[in-house]
């Protein structure tokens, strides 16, 4: 069984930083891809940053230049240093992972984390 355990939410003043992590246990290669989403109340689920095992990065217009992505493949973990937030980055932040379990590549969600940035 395939689990993604989330770590690092919390509350935040506006113009602080935290940062997430996410480890997935139980696949049995490297995640090809992973990411972070997130979901504010009242909104539908959006992508905040991913990479592939290569590396190769992309994210959303509201992250770009606040928000890194990383990740560990030795390790199977992926985190998001957020920098510079801001009260519409609060959210309840979930990992996702492309990983192969059960002789084939299927997405794993983690439970998600609350991110509140609040003074």
């Known amino acids: 069984q395939v689990q993604l355990v989330e770590s690092g939410g919390g509350l935040v003043q506006p113009g602080g930083s935290l940062r997430l992590s996410c480890v997935v246990l139980?696949?049995?290669?490297?995640?090809?891809?992973m990411g972070w989403y997130r979901q504010a109340p009242g909104k539908e689920r959006e992508l905040v940053a991913h990479?592939?095992?290569?590396?190769?990065?992309n994210y959303a217009d509201s992250a770009k230049g606040r928000f890194t992505i990383f990740r560990d493949n030795a390790k199977n973990m992926v985190a998001l240093q957020m920098n510079s937030l801001k009260p519409e980055d609060t959210a309840v932040y979930y990992c996702?992972?492309?990983?192969?379990?059960?002789?084939?590549?299927?997405?794993?969600w983690g439970q998600g984390t609350q991110v509140t940035v609040s003074s």
């Open positions: 996702k992972a492309n990983c192969f379990y059960g002789s084939r590549w299927s997405d794993y």
């Open positions: 139980g696949s049995i290669y490297s995640p090809h891809n």
């Open positions: 990479i592939i095992i290569g590396g190769s990065t």
